[in-house]
């Protein structure tokens, strides 16, 4: 029994057991319905999965495309991207014209230079490496650090600086160097990244007296140039004064370049053949009135003036004169001195700061060209304008004469003579310097009414004074010519007959240049033409082709009777042969001219002028001679032309 009653216990538990089976079995399937068995992640998971490989193959294709647009669409642009971090364009530096005289002899040529030079864009990029070179350089060169680094990167803003160091332009850090030196300079910069010696060319003028101031000089960019001039290259020069900036268009050849390959560090290692290289264009030349030797001639007579008149005056600060001479017909200038004048030659390369500051320091101002800037009252020259207005205004007539005393007073003023030169006429009157006759023509005197001021001012503007000349050098002054007007609004006074006596004479506030002056002679001479200087002849190209020969510039003509220039010249020629300057009289050849001692600060010194055409009879070259401060035209004046006239028609002959 107990048996059996512990098998229906054990029996009743199994199947208890069974349904307890059944029972989970069937709580079991029913989850497996709802979640299927291995499934972890829940719907946003698999959203985010499908999002994350949704955004690779969006990326995968924009760098597919992008892939096809560098190397297809814009593969041609890359490549030459690719080429310009290895491909450098090198200016070749053109030849600029050269400068002869009349005769082809050079005034101003080129001649082979060295430059320690810099490629900016192929320096390091990082500070410390480049300017570990801006060292090295200075250690070879003699510059500073602050120097090289200003001259490759400027001082402006950093923006700039990046600019300029990106550049592809050559920098020059230092011109001059000889061919030996250049030699062991490119020693020594072996492996600098973008440093090396250029191979240039630098200007050479002919020392000659009063040159320097007709030729000028050339100079590097001023800051205006490189903004203003976008044809230029910064290793460029350009003319700066006189001829050489006057005729830049012309001079100025036209760079050529070539295509250079650079390896990683800046280094040159071939010249590549390329269509878009270039060849250089020389410069035109051109070739002027000017004759060297009667430039030479010229400047001996007018320093032995100069020292004339030291000793005459006893006045150790003379130092400064003009001497001209041109062709009455053309207006060519076959001679011009200036003095004290400058080396040019300081110019050519990098002048140095000693040079400079000795040039702008000194008193005697030798960079000023006194010939055609220099104002100064004229004298006595004057009077042969004054002569013509007086004969074709009908206020003296060529028959017309009276007996002149040796002053004019009026009220307490007095107007005196240099001497008492009795009964005159406008011939005689020229030639003794009468001022009582020419105070006469201007202001009027007893019966003869005078010029006036109007009149007066009319003459000096129809015979070029109170203007430019026209002279084809920069710079030129217009002199000044006083009137009424300009006294009561510059010194609120009136304009009294004191001062129509003055500037009658060449005195008073009346001012020109030598070259104006020489421009009225010339007219007188020429039969009433007033024609403008010009140095430059013509212009050809470097295998002598005449490109453009330059005219006779008239500015204006038939503005005075040929009867009155007549009376004019042969009062002119009195002045040679019984006048105050017969010591040109033994000449082999006629000459009329006219003397001109003219007063300044206070009526202290005198400037002494000269001014002459040759021969009398067929007039070929006017000449015009003046010494700052020099004492009487006649004494030292005069000679000078003498000695230059004498020259010309010995050369000629």
């Not at 009329?592 to 009398?616: C, E, I, R, S």
Request: glycine share 8%.
């Amino acid at each position: 029994m107990d048996i059996f009653g512990n098998f229906s216990k054990l029996k009743g538990d199994n199947d208890k057991r069974k349904v307890f089976r059944k029972k989970e079995l069937d709580f079991s399937y029913s989850d497996l319905t709802l979640e299927p068995v291995g499934k972890i992640e829940s719907k946003e998971s698999v959203r985010s999965i499908f999002m994350i490989k949704a955004l690779i193959i969006f990326l995968f294709c924009i760098v597919v495309l992008r892939l096809f647009d560098l190397q297809v669409v814009e593969g041609d642009m890359n490549q030459s991207l690719a080429e310009g971090n290895r491909i450098r364009p090198r200016i070749i530096e053109a030849n600029r014209g050269l400068i002869t005289d009349k005769d082809g002899y050079w005034l101003a040529r080129n001649k082979p230079d060295f430059a320690l030079s810099v490629y900016p864009s192929d320096l390091p990029r990082k500070k410390n490496e480049r300017e570990e070179i801006y060292s090295k350089i200075a250690a070879v060169s003699h510059l500073s650090v602050d120097e090289i680094m200003t001259t490759i990167q400027g001082n402006g803003s950093l923006a700039d600086q990046h600019a300029k160091l990106s550049s592809l332009d050559m920098v020059i850090l230092k011109d001059n160097i000889s061919h030996d030196d250049a030699l062991l300079l490119e020693e020594e910069i072996v492996g600098l990244s973008g440093v090396f010696v250029s191979k240039q060319s630098m200007r050479e003028y002919l020392t000659l007296p009063g040159l320097s101031h007709i030729i000028g000089y050339t100079s590097k960019l001023s800051p205006d140039d490189m903004k203003n001039k976008k044809e230029y290259n910064p290793s460029d020069r350009i003319g700066k004064t006189g001829l050489e900036f006057q005729y830049e268009e012309n001079l100025k050849g036209i760079n050529g370049v070539e295509q250079i390959e650079v390896n990683s560090r800046g280094l040159i290692t071939r010249v590549i053949v390329d269509n878009q290289n270039t060849e250089p264009v020389p410069g035109e030349n051109i070739s002027l009135y000017l004759n060297k030797e009667m430039q030479t001639r010229s400047a001996a007579a007018l320093l032995n003036g100069i020292e004339s008149a030291k000793q005459l005056t006893g006045d150790d600060t003379v130092n400064s004169g003009v001497a001209i001479l041109m062709d009455v017909h053309t207006g060519g200038i076959i001679a011009s001195v200036s003095l004290p004048d400058f080396d040019n030659n300081l110019f050519a390369t990098t002048i140095s700061s000693n040079d400079y500051k000795r040039l702008i320091e000194d008193k005697t101002n030798p960079m000023f060209d006194r010939s055609i800037k220099g104002n100064y009252p004229p004298g006595s020259i004057s009077k042969i304008v004054l002569a013509a207005a007086g004969l074709a205004e009908g206020v003296i007539s060529t028959n017309f004469s009276f007996d002149t005393p040796s002053a004019i007073t009026i009220g307490d003023y007095s107007f005196p003579d240099w001497k008492d030169h009795g009964v005159s006429d406008i011939k005689t009157a020229i030639a003794e310097s009468n001022n009582i006759f020419f105070y006469m023509i201007g202001g009027g005197f007893e019966k003869v009414s005078g010029l006036g001021m109007t009149k007066i001012e009319k003459w000096w503007r129809l015979f070029g004074l109170g203007e430019k000349t026209g002279v084809d050098l920069p710079g030129e002054s217009d002199g000044f010519l006083p009137t009424p007007g300009w006294k009561k609004e510059t010194r609120n006074e009136p304009w009294y007959i004191g001062d129509t006596y003055h500037v009658s004479i060449g005195q008073g506030d009346l001012l020109v240049t030598p070259m104006q002056m020489l421009r009225a002679t010339a007219a007188i001479a020429n039969g009433g033409k007033l024609v403008s200087p010009q140095f430059v002849s013509k212009v050809t190209d470097d295998k002598g082709n005449v490109l453009k020969e330059f005219s006779t510039r008239i500015e204006r003509e038939n503005f005075v009777p040929n009867s009155v220039l007549e009376t004019v010249r042969e009062g002119m020629r009195s002045t040679i042969t019984d006048g105050s300057a017969r010591n040109l009289d033994d000449l082999p050849f006629t000459v009329a001219g006219k003397t001109g001692t003219a007063q300044f600060l206070n009526n202290q010194k005198t400037h002494a002028w000269f001014t002459a055409f040759a021969p009398y009879e067929d007039p070929e070259v006017a000449v015009i001679t003046f010494i700052d401060g020099g004492g009487g035209g006649h004494e030292i004046a005069a000679p000078i032309a003498k000695e230059i006239l004498s020259a010309y028609f010995s050369l000629k002959n």
